[in-house]
């Protein structure tokens, strides 16, 4: 499994933008397929955004037009960067990473897909 570390979150206010960066450790070149989920209080987990080994990109409606992700292989990094933000993208962010197709619908990783410690966002109105 490889180790995730995201950076980027924080307090923004309605209207704003912010730009959530996820760096894959101990691989040397990881160029497989990589998401983006959110956890609210007392909600689901649900899916944001994910990017495919070959670079297509798939979005949740609730955030289609607004966000994009996009990942480096190069740096072995993924991003999302986050634009119009609302006070209901409030949450926490988790990146993942696998050897498979990562579901929107499903957050639900393989035996070998790695999830990131989570990082805060907050958008005040």
């Known amino acids: 499994q490889v180790q995730l570390m995201e950076s980027g979150g924080g307090s923004v206010q309605a209207g704003g933008s912010l730009r959530l960066s996820c760096g894959v450790f101990?691989?040397?070149?990881?160029?497989?397929?990589m998401g983006w989920f959110r956890q609210a209080p007392g909600k689901e987990r649900e899916g944001v955004a994910t990017v495919d080994s070959d670079g297509s990109t798939s979005y949740a409606d609730s955030v289609s037009g607004r966000f994009t992700v996009s990942k480096d292989n190069d740096k072995n990094t993924a991003y999302l960067q986050m634009n119009s933000l609302k006070p209901e993208d409030t949450a926490m962010y988790y990146c993942a990473a696998d050897w498979r197709p990562i579901i929107l619908s499903r957050p639900v990783l393989s035996e070998s897909g790695s999830w990131g410690q989570g990082i805060q966002v907050t958008v005040s109105s």
């Open positions: 101990g691989y040397a070149y990881w160029s497989h397929y």
